[in-house]
C-alpha cells in the first residue's frame, strides 16, 4: 500500500508542477516584507482553497497568517509554507520556493489523506525573517498536537538536518542632544558616536567569543544633518548561539558593550526586542532518515564536510516549532553557486529550471517522507 500511495503522490505533484511553477515566480515578482505579505497570504491560501483545502486567514488574530486542512485522518500532518523576503533584497532567501514545495506537498497528501488516514495542514507563516511569525503563532494555539511538521528550504546545495542558532533580534536606540555641531558642540551628546564605542566595544568582545557564536547588526538611522550633533541613532542586531540557554548569558555581555556607547557619550540607550528568540532545532531523527531516502531516490546527493556545515547553521523560527511537536528542515538545493542565501544573486537563482526542479523534487520528497513515515500506522 505504502508504494501505491507514494506513486499517487507522485502523480498528483507532476499535475500540479506548472501551476506550482506560477505560484513561486507570483510570488518571486511581487517580494513583500515581514508582516506585509497581503498578497502572499491571499495567493498561497487561494491556490490551497482552489484545490479544495478548508482556508482560515486571517488566523490567529495574525492579518497574513492562515491556516487550511484537508482531511479527516487521525495523523497530523503539518506542512509550513514561508513567503516573507528580504528588505532590498526580495526573495534572497528562496521563501517563494517554500510556498510552492509545501503547498504542492499538502495537496499531493490531501490526494491519498482518505486512504493514509491522513489530515493535512498548512500553516502560512508570516516574519519568519526577523519577525518570528512561527512563535506567535505557537503561542496561540497553532502546530499543537501535530504528529509531523516539515518545511523545505532553499539553499545552494542539499544539506539534510537543520542545525540552526538560536537567535534574538534587537533594535537598539541611542538618544543624546542635538546642536549645531560649529558653533555649539558642547552643548550636544552625540548618538552616532554611541553607536560608534558600542561597535569598537563588539569587535573587541568577538576575541574573546567561542566559534558557536555569532554578533552582527546594522545602523538603520545615523544622524540628520553633519552640521547638527546626531540626536537619536537606531540599529537592529542579532546576537546567536548554539542554544537559548546559551544565548542567554552572551546576551548580558553584548547589552554591556552597548551600555559601554551610552555611558561614554552621555546618552540613554533603548534595547527594545523585535521578536521572542529562535530557538536551536530538534530534529526527528526518524522522518528526517525518510526525507534523505526519498530525496535520494529523486536523484538527489547531499553536501558533506564544511558545504554542509554552512547553510544549516542559518536562524529559523521553525526552531520553535520543533521544541513542541517532531519536526524536520532539511535544506534542497538550486545549484546556485558561487551565489549564496541573502545575496541578490541567489535570489535570481530563485526561479528557473534549477529552481522549478526543487519545486518538483521538494513536494514530491516531503509527501514521501509523511508516507514513510506513518506506514505503519496505515489503516488495513
Known sequence: MTNDLKDRVESAVE????????????????????????????????????GGFEVTTPYLGLDTAFHARSGQGRVRIGLCAEYDALPGLGHACGHNLIAAMSAGAALALASVADDAGFTVEVFGTPAEEGGGGKIEMLERGAFHGLDLAMMAHPAPVDVAEARPFAVSHSEITFTGKAAHAAAYPEHGRNAADAFTIAQVALGLLRQQLPATVRVHGVVTSGGEAPNAIPERTRGRWYVRAES?????????????????????????????????????????????????????????????GDEAARMNRASTDM????????????????????????????????????????????AIALAWTAVDVFADRLPR
Open 244 to 304: 537559548l540557554a546559551e544565548l542567554t548569558d552572551l546576551e548580558s555581555k553584548v547589552w554591556r558593550c552597548f551600555e559601554a556607547g551610552a555611558l561614554a557619550s552621555g546618552c540613554d540607550l533603548s534595547v527594545r526586542p523585535e521578536s521572542k528568540p529562535y530557538a536551536e532545532f530538534r530534529t526527528d531523527e526518524r522522518a528526517l532518515t525518510a526525507y534523505r531516502r526519498s530525496a535520494e531516490a529523486l536523484g538527489r546527493s547531499f553536501a558533506a
Open 319 to 362: 526552531g520553535n516549532v520543533s521544541q513542541v511537536v517532531p519536526a524536520i528542515h532539511p535544506y534542497i538545493g538550486i545549484g546556485s553557486l558561487p551565489a549564496l542565501n541573502h545575496q541578490r544573486q541567489f535570489a535570481d537563482h530563485c526561479v528557473g529550471e534549477m529552481a522549478e526542479r526543487a519545486i518538483h523534487d521538494g
Open 15 to 50: 499535475e500540479l508542477f506548472p501551476s506550482l511553477v506560477a505560484l513561486s515566480e507570483k510570488l518571486h515578482a511581487n517580494p513583500e516584507t515581514a508582516w506585509n505579505e497581503h498578497q502572499a497570504v491571499r495567493w498561497v491560501s487561494g491556490y490551497l482553497a482552489d
